[in-house]
């Protein structure tokens, strides 16, 4: 029995990166800017009975991104109706299962699981990861697909002969990453088929890289939907996709590229952080590892190398960088530290799980504070609760058989959860559920028309949590009054001063940091919470007189 259950022990990395990332996944915390146009989308594709065609919340098409993320919607709305949860369930189990995936890509590729332990670890412990894992946009499911493409293509290249899923994998993947985020995909997929003809250690012959099947396969699924879209919407579509995937985002300034590269390389060790200062900590050690390595090794390493060396060029040649640009190589970069760290002689383990477990430590005695001199929220409470019982278990060494990078691991996961639970009181009610509190409280009926002037994250706020049920119609900057007289108006100060609004009246919408008590706090605090609450976004509704 013992036996037994030491053989799936695996399962506890996925289920500890769902119970460390829940507090962010699950609700709006932080609604992320870029979720309103795949949210929104979704639900006029729902509308419309159209589920090929995404659209923008003014009906227009949006042909910016393939199809993938958008079916995601589709599927967790219809099972689970449309909620704040039903909008991330499916990203935050992605991510749950990129960590199940690196943990049998590693066991399967080193036949070591000590390093696929640590490995698995490593990426569930990456902010990058855990930041998309709670966010409804292509990136964890482009990282998914990708690793599964990546793994296929170790496989091939380091085995003899490879079992033919690994085909399937290394072609399918690929497909489907192409089908969530485009040519970025498409780049990573030849990057590999190249390596594995070209590198100096495990060479493959192009026969037997092919895989027919796969491939044709693979090229039907990545094409499919583009062909669908090319028939029904001729070069409107094909023009709008590539401006987007080409067109708008690649820069040609010489200056901005090296500003671009330089930030991404800032922007990976700053993600990597502590694993890349332990992994290089011993940089003769780590020559001499690689260089008396075998060459199944070597050309593994060289292939995460060229994966690092392609997302950098990618995010160095685009007019404006963004830290997700990364992702892709986060889970084969994990799979380097856990060799290094379990392979060579490291130093800085013992220092970072120092760090890690004061900053954890910090944040839960600030939690207890609050609990007791500002507000005893439910959740800070269970989230605080849970903190102490986890880094108590991790600190007094209850799990004996994890090494000192995992409880590392843990303890990063750890901070992060435990900073999520104490923003919950600061940050909610999110301002979408204040303002559908609200609107509801002034509706007179049912088929209220809600204009929604500003920022369109607002609208699509308003939907999900009114569960779709509002008819909200977004303005963004058109500054025109309905003519019909049954609805409300929902506007920030920035737009009061547009809008005619003398024969409405004004009433509180949602507030930024409505639920911190200036008066609880310290008086030498008192001036910076008050002030804090004063510049935060206000929103208002205003209803016909």
């Not at 992994?279 to 070597?298: C, E, G, M, V």
């Not at 001063?497 to 009433?507: A, M, P």
Request: proline share 5%.
């Amino acid at each position: 029995m013992q036996n037994r259950l030491k053989k799936y022990t695996w399962v506890i990395i996925p289920l500890l990166f769902l119970l460390y990332s829940a507090p962010s996944a699950l609700d709006y915390v932080f609604h992320f800017p870029d979720e309103k146009y795949y949210t929104d989308a979704v639900l006029q594709m729902m509308d419309k009975e159209d589920y090929f065609t995404p659209y923008k919340a003014d009906g227009s098409h949006r042909f910016l991104k393939p199809i993938v993320t958008y079916w995601t919607l589709i599927g967790s709305y219809k099972v689970l109706g449309v909620s704040k949860f039903s909008s991330r369930v499916l990203f935050w189990l992605a991510g749950a299962l990129l960590v199940f995936l690196v943990y049998f890509m590693a066991k399967s590729l080193l036949k070591d699981k000590r390093t696929a332990f640590l490995a698995a670890f490593i990426t569930a412990a990456n902010p990058l990861v855990l930041m998309s894992s709670s966010r409804s946009i292509p990136d964890i499911l482009l990282v998914l697909f990708l690793t599964l493409s990546g793994w296929g293509f170790l496989e091939i290249m380091l085995a003899e002969k490879p079992a033919k899923k690994f085909y399937w994998m290394a072609y399918l993947g690929a497909a489907f990453a192409f089908e969530t985020k485009g040519l970025p995909a498409a780049a990573f997929a030849g990057i590999s088929f190249l390596y594995l003809l070209f590198n100096p250690w495990r060479r493959k012959k192009l026969r037997e890289i092919l895989h027919p099947g796969a491939i044709f396969l693979a090229v039907l699924v990545a094409l499919s939907w583009f062909v669908i879209m090319y028939i029904e919407h001729g070069s409107e579509y094909l023009n709008s996709f590539l401006a987007d995937q080409v067109g708008e985002r690649v820069s040609s300034k010489f200056l901005q590229v090296f500003t671009n590269g330089f930030l991404g390389i800032i922007n990976l060790i700053a993600f990597t952080f502590p694993w890349i200062i332990i992994a290089f900590s011993r940089p003769k050690k780590l020559k001499a590892f690689i260089l008396s390595s075998d060459p199944q090794t070597k050309a593994l390493i060289g292939m995460i190398a060229i994966w690092v060396v392609m997302v950098l060029l990618m995010s160095a040649a685009v007019f404006k960088f963004y830290d997700r640009y990364l992702l892709p190589v986060i889970p084969l970069v994990s799979l380097f530290f856990a060799i290094i760290m379990n392979q060579t002689e490291t130093r800085g383990t013992k220092t970072a799980l120092r760090i890690f477990q004061g900053l954890v430590f910090l944040i839960l005695f600030i939690n207890i504070l609050y609990i007791v001199f500002i507000l005893p929220d439910k959740i800070l409470i269970l989230g605080t609760v849970a903190g102490i019982i986890l880094s108590r278990l991790w600190v007094l060494g209850k799990f004996e058989t994890f090494t000192k990078e995992i409880i590392l691991a843990n303890f990063i996961l750890l901070l992060y959860f435990s900073v999520h639970v104490l923003l919950y009181p600061l940050l909610m009610p999110n301002p979408g559920e204040q303002l559908v509190k609200n609107i509801r409280a002034n509706q007179e009926s049912g088929n209220v028309q809600i204009y929604v002037y500003g920022n369109i994250r607002a609208a699509s706020n308003i939907r999900i949590h009114s569960h779709h049920e509002m008819n909200v119609v977004t303005m963004d900057t058109i500054y025109t009054l309905p003519e019909n007289t049954n609805h409300l108006l929902v506007f920030s100060p920035k737009e009061e001063s547009f809008l005619d609004l003398k024969n409405y009246e004004i009433r509180p919408g949602s507030e930024e940091w409505s639920r911190v008590p200036v008066e609880k706090f310290p008086g030498f605090m008192q001036p910076t919470v008050r002030n804090l609450k004063e510049s935060g976004t206000k929103y208002f509704i205003a209803k016909p007189k």
